[in-house]
């Protein structure tokens, strides 16, 4: 899937808190639920500083033992474009099963790295669920981090976070939009941080592909 994603958020965070904007690819079956996540987030437990980080994360058990955030562990493989020589196999098209993370920004894609098959026990067949949208963490005796922008979702847009373009790809590489109405909007504190409905741009003139706005203020008390 491709998304763009703003994640300008607020830098003052507790050491306790935690706030990201990310997609996950998920695979809830038994034995374990796997998951792989990249996005941007301010961690200053993890880094020691309040700083926007770009950041990959897996697990193939629920969270529990497997898994790490960037490069702590073993497990996602970087593709380093620096030290590529002409004429070396590139071997993970899409049909290898791997999960590739690529970026864009820069005008045509680049492989960043790729989490291999064989990490998972049921992500490497497939995913059951992906999201996108942001997520915080606090201490339960201490007010929530922003979200986003620090601006709700019916701010929208210059004020609210967002996350465009988002599409899928099908076995053969070919991209096309989400269905309208197969998507679940999820938010589990209302009052704190919200999120708008997903909508096609396109369909107001705009060019933004399939998007929805999310987020919220610092503060938050439930
Ligand atoms: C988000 O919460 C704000 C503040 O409570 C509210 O004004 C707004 O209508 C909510 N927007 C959505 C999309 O739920």
New binding site residues.
């Given amino acids: 899937m491709a998304v763009t994603i703003l994640g300008i958020l607020w830098r003052d965070l507790t050491t306790a808190q935690r706030s990201s904007t990310a997609l996950w690819v998920v695979n809830s079956d038994t034995p374990a639920t796997n998951v792989v996540e990249a996005g941007f987030h301010v961690y200053p437990s993890l880094y020691q500083d309040s700083k926007l980080h770009f950041f990959i994360f897996w697990t193939a058990d629920g969270y529990k033992s497997t898994g790490c955030y960037n490069l702590k562990c073993q497990g996602f493989v970087m593709v380093n474009w620096d030290i590529l020589t002409p004429g070396d196999i590139i071997d993970n098209g899409p049909q290898t099963g791997d999960w590739l993370l690529f970026r864009e920004d820069t005008g045509k894609p680049q492989l960043i790295g790729y989490w291999p098959k064989s990490l998972f026990t049921t992500l490497d067949k497939s995913a059951s669920t992906v999201r996108w949208g942001g997520s915080v963490s606090y201490l339960s005796d201490a007010t929530g981090p922003p979200m986003g922008s620090g601006h709700?979702?019916?701010e929208l847009e210059g004020k609210a976070a967002y996350i465009k373009n988002i599409q899928l790809f099908n076995s053969e590489g070919q991209s096309y939009d989400l269905l309208d109405g197969a998507q679940n909007p999820y938010t589990d504190k209302?009052?704190c941080y919200?999120?708008?409905?997903l909508v096609n741009s396109g369909r107001y003139g705009y060019q933004d592909g399939c998007m929805f706005?999310f987020g919220?203020p610092a503060g938050c008390t439930s």
């Fill in positions: 709700y979702a019916s209302i009052d919200n999120v708008s409905a706005y919220g």
